[in-house]
């Protein structure tokens, strides 16, 4: 549909521009649809006609006009709809042109919607149309008969558009006796927090993966249970990010480990079952088994030998002296530099309170303090917005070219020292947690935005 597209608009270009309505014997309203109609497209576009089930893939709709054509006003007729599938719409904000040469030819190119689609069993499924209302100006030409009649050179009128609609064909997944868990090429990662505590007392088990695909699909892993030890999925958070076209995402799960009796245990491997879609076959993701260590309350971890206990003081002593030696060289340089670089914790941060506060102190989060009390995705919408606009500003970085590693290692390219790099990623894991958190206060935005406030406040040092 396109290159017919391209060709009626090369055959119609110049009746667009040269001559558009110059002759009288023509309708004028039928010559007006013709050359709406050839030269707007709504254009849809998938990341993969051939997916397998449970595998996400990208629908994108764009609009193509000609530049001279003048558009005022857009309305949805119809949203596209999609047979079989999970849907997840993305919102875009708001709508950009950029120019793009089609034949030698210019044009604008809006990006409109963008959806994530998850077929949900094999066989053929729909990619719906897109339907909309243009409320247009054509350019008459000067010369024209009917330049009399629109003195603005302008004939106003409304156009109905669609996309085009397309098929996926939809492949089965290869049989396996488990059930399959994701599909996409992900990795893993695991920490724990400690590996000895008192009765009662929690461990916590942070699984974190993360990989090119989708992972917003629900699922539990199986802990296997273990007499005299509780387990909880203590919260389960993900996101997604796409970049060049290309879908990203990260599954978290924070799992509580607690037990009322003193004693070893020993966790089993915790495994998840995926499909790749690149490779065309399972693998599993597991995490490594591992020890803990529960104590009766008056007990203490036992140091095995005479000798141990000498090795850790002198390691202990060395770690010390290089600890010391490091912040040494710190503070010298930064008297030198005459910069004050300060650290700072979320946790122990105490803002001020908004209640009694008229404005923010930094232009970039004004619209953010002003949502503070309203809608909570406003809020994180603004604030997001304006730590975006920021650096774009001050350091030069388009949050829509980077992830969040790579701005990571621009600013430290660009002079900013490794603590406030790691403030960066501190800040989006604090927004995700006041985003996902079903306990949310008005405490935790105070404290949040006033974070954000001082990290940009402190960053200008580097510019």
């Given amino acids: 549909m396109l290159y017919n597209f391209i060709v009626v608009v090369l055959l119609l270009s110049q009746l667009l521009f040269l001559d558009l309505f110059a002759q009288t014997d023509i309708n004028l309203e039928q010559a007006a649809l013709e050359v709406a109609k050839n030269n707007i497209l709504l254009e849809a576009t998938a990341t993969n006609l051939r ?43 708001e709508l ?59 004939y106003e009128m409304v156009y109905n558009a669609c996309s085009e609609e397309k098929i996926l064909h939809v492949m089965k997944l290869p049989l396996h006796k488990e059930k399959c868990n994701f599909v996409g090429d992900f990795d893993i990662d695991f920490s724990i927090s400690k590996i000895t505590a008192k009765k009662n007392e929690n461990i916590l088990l942070n699984i974190t993966i993360s990989g090119a695909g989708y992972l917003g699909e629900s699922f539990t892993p199986i802990i296997e249970k273990t007499d005299g030890l509780k387990t909880n999925i203590y919260k389960t958070r993900d996101t997604f990010d796409i970049t060049s076209n290309t879908l990203t995402s990260w599954k978290n799960y924070e799992v509580d480990l607690i037990s009322t009796i003193s004693g070893d245990f020993f966790i089993n491997p915790i495994e998840f079952l995926c499909f790749s879609p690149t490779n065309k076959k399972y693998y599993k993701l597991k995490t490594d088994g591992f020890s803990i260590f529960y104590l009766e309350e008056s007990e203490v971890a036992p140091t095995k030998n005479h000798s141990e206990k000498l090795i850790n003081i002198i390691l202990f002593i060395i770690i010390a002296v290089i600890v010391l030696l490091t912040f040494l060289i710190f503070f010298y340089i930064k008297n030198k530099n005459q910069i004050n670089k300060k650290n700072f914790n979320f946790n122990n941060f105490n803002s ?17 303090f002003n949502n503070i009390n309203g809608d909570l995705d406003i809020f994180l919408k603004k604030l997001v917005s304006g730590i975006d606009d920021f650096l774009e500003n001050n350091f030069e970085i388009k949050k829509n070219d980077f992830n969040t590693e790579e701005i990571y290692n621009l600013l430290l390219q660009k002079g900013v020292d490794e603590i406030h790099v790691q403030n960066y990623k501190i800040m989006y894991q604090k927004i995700d947690e006041v985003r996902f958190s079903p306990k949310q206060t008005f405490v935790d935005r105070e404290k949040l935005f006033f974070f954000v406030e001082r990290f940009l406040d ?6």
């Fill in 96 to 154: 950009k042109y950029i120019d793009t040469l089609i034949e030698n030819i210019l044009f604008k190119k809006a990006h409109l919607n963008s959806y994530i689609i998850i077929p949900q069993k094999p066989g053929e499924s729909k990619i719906g149309k897109l339907e909309m209302k243009f409320y247009l100006k054509l350019p008459i030409n000067k010369n024209s008969d009917y330049s009399d009649i629109y003195k603005n050179n302008y």
């Fill in 51 to 93: 997916p397998y089930e449970k595998e996400a893939i990208l629908v994108n709709y764009y609009l193509v006009v000609n530049p001279e054509i003048l558009i005022q006003d857009i309305k949805l007729i119809k949203a596209p709809t999609f047979s079989f599938c999970k849907t997840k719409e993305i919102d875009l904000g």
């Fill in 458 to 463: 402190e960053l200008k040092y580097f510019n």
């Fill in 352 to 368: 001020s309170n908004p209640k009694n506060t008229t404005k923010s102190n930094n232009k970039y989060l004004a619209d953010a």
